[in-house]
DNA sequence: ATCGTTTATTGAACTAGTTTAAGGGTTTTG
DNA sequence: CAAAACCCTTAAACTAGTTCAATAAACGAT
């Protein structure tokens, strides 16, 4: 059942009684897409946070001379939306697209807002879960500046090998801020050696 | 006085009554750091969280070739701390350095859990500035991937002025992830134009 | 003031990554 | 199943940014 992923998923970050489980739960509903769909569009104001049940989901900004610039997947277990526009409510910057066929629990901005008067504990797990996004992002951008393209490749398999398989080169070329020819480059390269 | 600017900078969040306040800034206690100290180093465990009030500082990391790369610059009213060593009380992969004389608020790990117990509130307020966060590394994420480092160099210029002027070109090259040299380049092509 | 150290600038040679263009392969869609 | 659309690879020419080296300028400690 969906649920117990969501619910893992907040044990994760913080202890809760299975009443605050519950009543967390509550307020987030499924949601189906089709491959392809979009469930966001620059522009467009973010009116839920999404939990993955299934699938993948790419989150992306078009750039003024028409470069997509995939900013991260998020495949089963990862959160989606535009934080930014969830939280102020103002015009979103990024797309959020289906790349396969895909689930999610979903909550609306008001009901979030009830969940945290309902259950206050529920503070505290968000706090915990914003601030190890801050981590990685951090750790991300240094990366960026501290590896080669093809180091950032091979880090980029290695540690979503799964996510890794379901996307295409040029996916992949655009998450790490390179171009798909270069992608290739590095993939004939390393062919020989097993990497 | 020093708390106004924490309790200034609290109240750009959430809302909080003058108790709550009082019992938050209780917590935090000032420290004056000597320019060039570092509060901390690779490897330690970060025991505070801290609020400039007065003066900058770099947070950096050093890779394997000894290049130091500049995260972000703190100056006053910024936060300071190693978020992941702190939070998870690990040893850090960033230096904290002083580049100023300065000074700071600053709550120990054990207090802060305290505080979190004391004023519930408080988890709201660390999470929307968590979430805030979040969005700001987002944001500089994605204007490394879609801007030259020309348009970067101008856009740190323009976003933060002020501490343009309080550090060197050096340091800007390491913040945006290119060499000092590129940087002097850059700064002669636009000599003429008065930008 | 002065010595030593760090920083800024410049230029020449270099390289990691881009651009453009073309051909072949694979999905997707009717 | 065919057409269209998209994806992957390759190669040649290019360019944004680096490296190295040398000199001048600014800064900090005594």
Redesign the pocket.
């Known amino acids: 059942m969906s649920f117990n992923l969501l619910k893992a998923n907040f044990l994760k970050h913080t202890s809760l009684t299975d009443d605050e489980l519950n009543s967390i739960n509550h307020y987030y509903e499924e949601r189906q897409v089709d491959?392809?769909e979009y469930i966001l569009r620059q522009g467009d104001i973010c009116r839920f946070e999404g939990f993955v049940t299934k699938g993948c989901f790419e989150i992306s900004t078009t750039d003024s001379q028409g470069n997509e610039r995939i900013l991260y997947f998020a495949a089963q277990d990862w959160w989606v939306m535009e934080i930014d526009s969830f939280i102020s409510q103002t015009s979103s910057e990024l797309d959020i697209k289906a790349i396969e066929p895909s689930r999610l629990l979903v909550i609306t901005k008001t009901d979030k807002e009830k969940l945290y008067q309902e259950v206050p504990k529920a503070e505290r797990l968000f706090r915990v879960m914003s601030q190890r996004a801050v981590v990685a992002w951090q750790r991300r951008l240094i990366r960026n500046h501290t590896m080669?393209?093809?180091e950032r490749y091979f880090h980029f398999l290695k540690t979503y090998p799964e996510i890794s398989q379901r996307i295409?080169?040029?996916q992949i070329a655009s998450y790490l801020?390179?171009?798909?020819?270069?992608?290739?480059?590095i993939?004939?390269k390393n062919l020989s050696r097993g990497k």
């Open positions: 491959k392809g080669t393209a093809e295409t080169n040029k801020g390179i171009t798909q020819e270069f992608v290739s480059k993939r004939k």
